[in-house]
């Protein structure tokens, strides 16, 4: 299969999904996740209509803005190390999907204070405490806001979160499902905070059912990477 069959694909199941949740494919944001792949493979994304990709990796990220159509938007959604967070902020970057804690937030701060700019971010959760994931556990969300409040250039956007490592759906469903309550629970008297980030390749149509409305897929469209 092509990638612009895929896309199609990937669209076709987004659209069937959203529409048994009862919400409309359109308010479903596709990030189509572009780590290790090649530019040319990334323009016939592009040429299919796609402008929201994906990255995880600040120096792959840095390269392909340089080279690749300026409308694209694009969405940081790795682990990112404060040291490099000078890098990054700019026009071109829409959004940081991987805020997890105090110190990301404040090295944020200050960088877009020296620029003058702003910066969207989602706050990662780690609902299912997964030891080998990064991300708030529940009970650490209340004191980050509480802190992160005072930054005023970083403007959170709602929340990012990645299923569990496992084949079985219900696991997967329940930890989406979790995740959604606590979204729901804060997005009350926050403007502008209406993004829920979650599913991949492997769980998007069952992120969808739970209420995500940003999926981030990669090898479902570009292939599996080696
Ligand atoms: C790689 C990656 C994805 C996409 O993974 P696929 O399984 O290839 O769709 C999504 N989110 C994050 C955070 C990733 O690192």
Redesign the pocket.
């Known amino acids: 299969m092509s990638i612009a069959q895929n896309i199609v694909l990937v669209q076709q199941k987004i659209e069937n999904a959203a529409q048994k949740a009862g919400v409309s494919a359109d308010c479903i944001q596709l990030i189509a ?1 572009t ?1 290790t792949v090649d530019e040319e493979r990334i323009m016939q994304a592009y040429h299919k209509g796609l402008r929201h990709f ?1 990255e ?1 990796r600040v120096q792959e990220f840095l390269r392909k803005k340089e080279i690749l159509p300026k409308d694209i938007a694009w969405n940081l ?2 682990q990112l190390q404060t040291n490099k967070v000078r890098y990054i902020i700019d026009d071109n970057l829409v959004l940081v ?1 991987s805020l997890d804690r105090l110190e990301l937030a404040n090295e944020l701060q200050k960088e877009c204070l020296k620029k003058d700019a702003y910066v969207q971010a989602l706050v990662q959760l780690n609902i299912s405490n997964e030891a080998s994931k990064s991300g708030l556990h529940e009970h650490e969300i209340e004191d980050f806001f509480c802190r992160v409040q005072a930054l005023d250039r970083i403007r959170i956007r709602g929340f990012m979160t ?1 299923g569990p490592n496992t084949d079985d759906e219900k696991e997967i469903r329940g930890v989406f499902a979790k995740t959604w309550r606590v979204f729901d629970t804060y997005r009350s008297g926050k403007a502008g905070f209406d993004i829920l980030s979650m599913g ?3 769980d998007y149509e069952a992120a969808i059912a739970e209420g995500a409305n940003m999926v ?5 469209i570009f292939g599996d ?1 080696d």
């Not at 981030?216 to 479902?220: K, L, M, N, P």
């Open positions: 996740v780590k994906g995880n959604i790795g999907h990645i991949m390749s492997g981030r897929v990669g090898s479902a990477r």
